[in-house]
């Protein structure tokens, strides 16, 4: 038998609908449904553990523009690093517009944390670090249309800022309101930037075995998120 004229049939691919579909299931796993969240979500969490909450998260805002600036020098497309340049941009800032690190900095100041004890990262757990650095490495290192799917955990976020808006008012009324701003103002941005990712993804991740790719990398972001909240309920239980 000629092995040349034999192969083994290719699995047909998933329509643009069913991958996205794919896509938007890995949502079950998002860390809204961690322990510590639905805690937080509930009003059950101290002050103190708010407040490492706050800290720890504060490096993986401050990270995500260097993952944005990764995905951007690798991307050889001018039309792409056009969009995605506003990423990093809703992070660090431009013009009057202060960015997302700023709003974070308040919410820190509104939780309790002194700003300079903030941008120490003194009560950065490392496991937090691991997991950050682990995905801004992974940006760095893979095709940028692999890092361009690993945001898309943004599909969820909405619903995770809507939830801290109607909740942390009335479970946390201590926090200051001005601290809920970058809660406020990610719902719009996080929607903004998924249409754009999710066209990117289902543009280039046309074969099965990519799609089947694409779910292995969310699932990747997904565990980055899970495992920064492991990590902040051991560093404060």
């Not at 103190?48 to 990270?63: E, K, L, M, P, S």
């Not at 599909?155 to 995770?160: C, G, N, V």
Request: net charge negative.
């Amino acid at each position: 038998m000629n092995d040349a004229h034999t192969s083994l049939p290719t699995e047909q691919p998933w329509t643009r609908e069913e991958f996205e579909a794919q896509l938007r299931a890995k949502g079950s796993g998002y860390h809204i449904h961690h322990p510590f969240h639905v805690k937080m979500n509930q009003g059950q969490l101290r002050p103190d553990q708010i407040r490492t909450w706050v800290a720890n998260r504060f490096y993986y805002q401050i990270r995500i523009p260097q993952k944005d600036a990764a995905v951007m020098a690798n991307c050889p497309d001018r039309e792409i690093r056009r969009r995605w340049i506003h990423r990093m941009l809703d992070h660090d800032g431009y013009g009057e517009n202060e960015g997302g690190i700023e709003a974070w900095a308040e919410l820190g100041v509104a939780v309790g944390i002194p700003r300079e004890d903030l941008w120490s990262l003194k009560q950065l757990a490392p496991g937090v670090r691991f997991a950050v650095d682990a995905y801004v490495n992974f940006a760095r290192q893979a095709p940028w249309q692999e890092a361009v799917c690993s945001s898309l955990t943004e599909m969820f976020a909405p619903r995770i800022h809507k939830d801290r808006l109607a909740n942390w008012p009335q479970h946390y009324p201590w926090i200051e309101a001005e601290g809920f701003n970058y809660f406020r103002s990610r719902i719009s941005l996080a929607e903004r930037d998924v249409e754009h990712g999710l066209q990117v993804t289902l543009d280039h991740f046309t074969t099965k075995a990519a799609q089947l790719r694409a779910l292995e990398i969310l699932q990747f972001k997904l565990d980055v998120l899970w495992s920064m909240l492991d990590a902040i309920e051991k560093a404060n239980p």
